[in-house]
């Protein structure tokens, strides 16, 4: 057996989707954008939703919407996708690292907190794998030290707490990269319920402009393309169902697989599995684990294997006396396993068998 980590699906639909684009000869930003736009703001819960060309230029537009810059600080998990940081640095402000809890993975908001300094301008969460922040405790922290809150989230499409889905605390970036929940091939939306911040959002991710070669302020090219955006329609019909395969494979794991910690979603949080990440007990080599099982077939992954502070770049920086031990604790000891919608109940069996018998 062969199982990938991830299998992106395009069907008919959305060849069908494509072409019609094609056709119509609409070959950059149209009315497919304004539509996902609508869309994927709508099935969130958001006001505004300006699409991108990805989810990095999207968390680069959100920094920039929010006049984020020169000596800022932005407080973020290492434990993290490197875009989370890299955003941050993009505008020239200073990416702070709080340390996650170790049950959810997600950042700290005591940790967050402890980090906040003179020149701290923003907090961003990421919901890590598929599972929300704590976002009533980040939005508490923000107001009381009127700090904007930002929120990653590049893997969390549909995710909620309570009925509230994610996107809707604060500016918020999504991803569309085809292993995400959901694909446009490239993209990426960030969602606001701000009207002034959604304008300088479209201005960003246009040059600048609000009419035609009127440079209002400094704009990118960060746009997405309607072909992009004709995909994204069609796979945001499919995510509900796409979702429920994810939670329901997730679930059996969850009942069925003894040999290593599972994933803990806390009391009234939806969690929407972008990553089932499981963590080795203390004394077992994760390497030797996830080796095994590769060796068996199954795509196993490891998301992040080393944290973003101590990545090479910012050693270089001179994060060199940054420690965060629940972060360097879990890189050390997660994995994460095949949770994608095209699983099949066989392959479910065989993944609970050989990760039982592996550690
Ligand atoms: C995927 C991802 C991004 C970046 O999105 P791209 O579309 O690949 O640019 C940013 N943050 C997190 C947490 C991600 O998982």
Redesign the pocket.
């Known amino acids: 057996m062969q199982i990938p980590i991830a299998k992106p699906f395009i069907g008919e639909e959305e060849k069908q989707a494509v072409m019609q684009v094609l056709t119509s000869g609409q070959l950059t930003t149209g009315p497919k954008v304004a539509e996902f736009e609508k869309a994927f703001a709508a099935y969130q819960g958001a006001k505004h939703g300006v699409a991108t060309s990805?989810?990095?230029?999207?968390?680069m537009a959100a920094m920039m919407a929010h006049g984020i810059g020169l000596n800022d600080e932005v407080i973020i998990p290492s434990f993290?996708?490197?875009?989370?940081a890299s955003?941050v640095l993009s505008v020239g402000a200073r990416p702070v690292f709080a340390d996650i809890d170790p049950v959810t993975f997600n950042m700290s908001p005591e940790a967050a907190e402890a980090a906040i300094t003179p020149r701290t301008k923003a907090i961003m969460p990421?919901?890590?794998y598929g599972l929300p922040a704590e976002m009533s405790k980040f939005e508490a922290i923000c107001q009381k030290h009127n700090l904007i809150l930002l929120e990653?989230a590049?893997?969390a499409h549909g995710a909620s707490i309570g009925q509230r889905r994610v996107g809707t605390w604060g500016t918020a970036?999504f991803?569309?990269?085809p292993?995400?929940n959901m694909t446009t091939t490239?993209?990426?939306m960030v969602l606001t319920n701000d009207d002034e911040i959604a304008r300088k959002l479209r201005m960003i991710r246009a040059q600048g402009m609000n009419t035609q070669y009127y440079h209002e302020i400094v704009g990118y090219n960060f746009r997405m393309t309607d072909m992009a955006a004709a995909i994204g329609l069609v796979q945001l019909g499919r995510l509900p169902e796409w979702t429920n395969a994810r939670q329901h494979n997730a679930s059996y794991f969850n009942s069925h697989i003894e040999s290593v910690t599972t994933p803990t979603t806390p009391a009234d949080y939806t969690h929407v599995y972008?990553q089932y990440t499981v963590r080795v007990p203390d004394g077992v080599d994760r390497e030797a684990v996830a080796k095994r099982l590769n060796e068996k077939g199954i795509g196993v992954r490891v998301y992040y294997p080393l944290p973003i502070h101590q990545q090479p770049v910012f050693q270089q920086m001179g994060y060199t006396d940054v420690h965060l031990p629940e972060t360097e604790k879990a890189t050390a000891q997660v994995f994460s396993l095949p949770v994608h919608p095209a699983l099949t109940e066989e392959e479910r069996a065989y993944i609970v068998q050989e990760v039982n018998a592996a550690c």
């Open positions: 990805n989810g990095t230029t999207a968390l993290s996708f490197f875009a989370t955003c990421v919901h890590l990653d590049a893997q970036s991803s569309f990269y292993t995400k490239e993209g990426g972008h």
